[in-house]
């Protein structure tokens, strides 16, 4: 179906349902957005209904089928939208995409949202992860910002060392399902999740340049993490408050969360530094560059309210708020909105050299099959690095195939 077709005039009220996964969206956008909504379609209601991003991609092929069960408007992950996209879960956008930002939109995002020249997923934000650190703690080391992967890993090593009073210290926090930040090493060393050759796609972590990425990623897991090696990258500010961490790879939206006087440490703040990881060759490091996509349920009943909604997302009041937030807007014109402080400067520099992941058709079965987190916690406890990966390669294939 098409959105905001022939209609007999204005849509019954409904209440219409939005799932925003994670906290990447404060609570003030989300007031702002119900109360916009509200206003604007007298009678209807809005109920933002948070997802979180383990398991999404399962919940979402179960809802998006049901029409009695089905949100109304979705966001997605940009690497899990081409998934959704080439089997008709999401409603056809193509006509409203110019009066939804059109050129000016994140285009890398519009094409992971379209198939057979249509489109029907525009991008959200997006957000590139760069380094978070305590300034007083790298002050009491005697150590300085690094410039290289070396001196990076160097650096988290030390501050381990030098914090073991700390229980469950980490010099450089990476819980062991967090293959989404192990990517950056991976990448800087060569390495890849996947390869295609002549249209076929196949596993690429036993390769030596990926091997070479995952034997640091071990060292990190063993020598500078303290964080729990089943754990997942979820409410990273949590420890970072309570002091356990020296370093750790996050979007920009952590500042959100960091300075949020109900769950962060606002007072924490003045030793707050950041900086782009830097790779072996002392440029930013490829980190991956995170977002999500946003989409009308092709199945919702609410088709009218639901582009009522999704304009309204759209729209330049809603967009800068994602940058006033550390996120990049949906529309490049907005990026301005960053700002020119230390953590604008970092977003900006960590996007120079940012990746996807591979721009596989079926690459969202990946990540929902848990490969990838099923890899690293192996590695995490100390799993040989070669076999795993063939393993991993092996069950990435059959995925992709």
């Known amino acids: 179906p098409a959105a905001g077709g022939e209609s007999a005039g204005t849509p019954e009220p409904a209440d219409i349902r939005l799932w925003l996964n994670g906290p990447d969206?404060?609570?003030?956008?989300?007031d702002w957005l119900i109360a916009e909504f509200e206003e604007q379609n007298p009678g209807s209601t809005l109920t933002i209904?948070?997802?979180?991003?383990?398991?999404?991609?399962?919940?979402l092929t179960t809802s998006l089928g049901s029409e009695s069960?089905?949100?109304?408007?979705?966001?997605?992950?940009?690497?899990?939208?081409?998934?959704?996209?080439?089997?008709?879960?999401f409603t056809d956008i193509t006509d409203m995409l110019p009066d939804l930002g059109g050129d000016d939109l994140l285009q890398g995002f519009v094409e992971a949202g379209s198939?057979?020249?249509?489109?029907?997923?525009?991008?959200l934000y997006a957000g590139s992860s760069y380094i978070f650190y305590r300034k007083d703690l790298f002050a009491a080391s005697g150590l300085e910002v690094p410039t290289t992967m070396q001196e990076f890993?160097?650096?988290?090593?030390?501050?381990?060392?030098?914090?073991?009073?700390?229980?469950?210290?980490?010099g450089f926090w990476l819980p062991g399902q967090d293959w989404r930040d192990g990517a950056a090493f991976l990448w800087d060393a060569g390495g890849d999740f996947a390869a295609e050759d002549g249209g076929e796609w196949s596993g690429a972590l036993s390769t030596p340049e990926s091997q070479e990425g995952l034997a640091l990623v071990q060292r990190l897991f063993t020598e500078?993490?303290?964080?729990?090696?089943?754990?997942?990258?979820?409410?990273?500010?949590?420890?970072?408050?309570?002091?356990?961490?020296?370093?750790?790879?996050?979007p920009g939206w952590l500042r959100g969360s960091l300075e949020d006087p109900e769950i962060g440490c606002p007072d924490m703040m003045a030793n707050v530094g950041v900086f782009a990881l830097p790779g072996t060759d002392g440029e930013p490091a490829p980190v991956l560059l995170g977002g999500s996509n946003i989409a009308i349920s092709a199945t919702s009943q609410n088709q009218e309210l639901a582009a009522s909604l999704l304009e309204l997302i759209m729209s330049d009041e809603f967009q800068s708020q994602y940058a006033e937030n550390g996120l990049t807007p949906a529309k490049v014109s907005l990026?301005?909105?960053?700002?020119?402080?230390?953590?604008?400067?970092?977003?900006?520099?960590?996007?120079?050299?940012a990746k996807l992941t591979p721009a596989a058709a079926n690459w969202a079965t990946v990540e929902g099959s848990r490969i990838l987190e099923d890899l690293f916690v192996a590695i995490a406890n100390?799993?040989?690095?070669?076999?795993?990966?063939?393993e991993a390669d092996a069950a990435i294939a059959d995925q992709l195939g």
């Open 69 to 89: 069960e089905t949100p109304d408007v979705v966001e997605v992950g940009n690497t899990q939208a081409p998934t959704f996209t080439t089997v008709g879960a």
């Open 115 to 123: 198939a057979d020249g249509k489109t029907y997923a525009v991008p």
């Open 25 to 30: 969206t404060p609570q003030p956008m989300r």
């Open 335 to 353: 990026a301005s909105g960053l700002g020119t402080d230390e953590f604008a400067a970092a977003t900006q520099e960590a996007v120079t050299n």
């Open 224 to 250: 500078a993490s303290g964080a729990p090696k089943d754990g997942n990258e979820a409410d990273g500010h949590v420890p970072f408050c309570a002091g356990e961490v020296g370093m750790m790879l996050r």
């Open 382 to 390: 100390g799993g040989d690095v070669q076999q795993l990966a063939e």
């Open 153 to 170: 890993v160097d650096t988290a090593v030390k501050l381990k060392q030098d914090n073991a009073s700390v229980p469950n210290f980490s």
């Open 49 to 59: 209904e948070e997802q979180q991003w383990e398991g999404l991609v399962d919940r």
